[in-house]
């Protein structure tokens, strides 16, 4: 094998890039030729990820916190929701980054290039991947980088932003409990949107606080800021903290069609795969067991399609529908959503493990007229071909 030749690249060394060389590395395909083009260093703490789950993972070792009960606070309520069997994780994206790199650098068949890729496509059963420097062959890749918004998406389809900024403070007083974070506090004005204010405190007097908004368009970067900064003097009642660390993210949610594959021998992983949650933004447990799930078929010689259940989509595609035409205040629907039903059947259901039985449980607690209208609207756009096969 030529030395610009491999038996499998990773376009994409974020999550899903680094979660798939993860699982590869304790597979029998751990000796592989693997070469990951990533254009950033990924040495800094860019991100947050959050997930629940009532499972070993793996990266014990590197959750920076886990909390086994979160709060939920709209402008007449405030209630503590008890999650076990589920534990509400926290990874910080440098120690996720570190963490797989270590085992890289263990290994002298991984090649990580930092450069730009420029175009990856297939050709006589090999794939081939362009950077501004050079070109790479290899047998099978994935790819990880995120699509970019569609020019034209069709009116059947949904696409809202989960866009955020988040600070990490640190207060002269102790202003939090480390035990319990807010995972959702609609005590601030929706503007016919969805927007929250979102804490994981690591300890009485350290968090991460962040605004978030699900809507088709940023704001500016002032705006964001403001937004923010009011969320912590107003709600939280904090005017003296120091700014440890910032984040901004944007996370699509959307039903628009993401195909696994993208060419021959090219398959697509992570968000560009479909492993955001369309209806909630949640991604890396979904990777987690995609990346799993894909090396055991690797290990088998044969990459079938990845699971792609159809009642769930479905959920996902009427709720992602009410949301952006705001048929109810996004306030008023996950105040049902959290206040009227067992929080681990939800953690279950936003899991895609419940029942049908279970399914139509958690639905009734919600507002009837708008999502029956989402839900016709839904089956009328797609047709209802294929649905009952998951139901």
């Not at 990777?287 to 792609?308: A, F, P, Y």
Request: aromatic share 12%; charged share 25%.
């Amino acid at each position: 094998m030529k030395a610009n030749e491999y038996d499998i690249i990773i376009a994409g060394g974020g999550a899903a890039g680094l979660m798939l060389v993860h699982h590869l590395l304790h597979s029998i395909l751990a000796e592989s030729k693997i070469l990951i083009i990533e254009k950033e260093k990924k040495d800094q703490n860019d991100r947050t990820w959050c997930f629940w789950t009532k499972d070993k993972t793996g990266f014990e070792d590197i959750l920076y916190k886990n909390w086994e009960k979160v709060i939920f606070k709209n402008n007449s309520t405030t209630k503590t929701l008890h999650l076990s069997p589920y534990k509400y994780q926290m990874i910080r994206g440098i120690d996720f980054y570190q963490f797989v790199k270590k085992e890289i650098s263990e290994r002298e068949n991984v090649t990580w290039v930092n450069e730009e890729l420029k175009s990856l496509d297939s050709q006589n059963n090999f794939v081939f991947a362009t950077t501004d420097k050079q070109t790479f062959r290899g047998k099978t890749a994935f790819n990880s980088i995120p699509i970019k918004k569609p020019a034209n998406i069709s009116s059947r389809k949904n696409y809202l932003l989960q866009h955020f900024k988040g600070y990490v403070i640190k207060t002269v007083e102790n202003n939090f409990d480390p035990t319990t974070p807010f995972l959702m506090d609609f005590r601030v004005d929706q503007q016919g949107e969805t927007r929250f204010g979102y804490v994981l405190p690591f300890s009485e007097n350290e968090a991460l606080v962040e605004f978030t908004i699900f809507s088709e368009n940023l704001l500016t970067e002032e705006a964001y800021k403001i937004l923010l900064e009011n969320y912590i003097r107003h709600q939280l009642d904090i005017n003296d903290y120091r700014i440890i660390d910032e984040e901004f993210g944007v996370i699509p949610m959307t039903d628009i069609d993401l195909p696994e594959k993208n060419d021959p021998n090219i398959y697509n992983v992570g968000t560009r795969g479909g492993m955001t949650k369309a209806s909630t933004g949640y991604t890396f447990k979904n990777i987690m067991d995609e990346c799993k799930g894909l090396v055991q078929k690797l290990e088998k010689g044969r990459i079938d399609s990845i699971s792609n259940n159809k009642k769930f989509r479905f959920f996902d595609s009427v709720f992602l529908h009410v949301l952006e035409k705001n048929l109810h205040p996004a306030d008023k629907i996950f105040s049902d959503l959290f206040l009227k039903n067992d929080p681990r059947l939800i953690l279950k259901f936003l899991n895609e493990k419940t029942s049908l039985r279970e399914d139509i449980g958690i639905l009734s607690s919600l507002p009837t007229i708008p999502f029956l209208k989402g839900a016709m609207y839904t089956i009328f756009s797609t047709g209802t071909k294929n649905l009952s096969t998951d139901f």
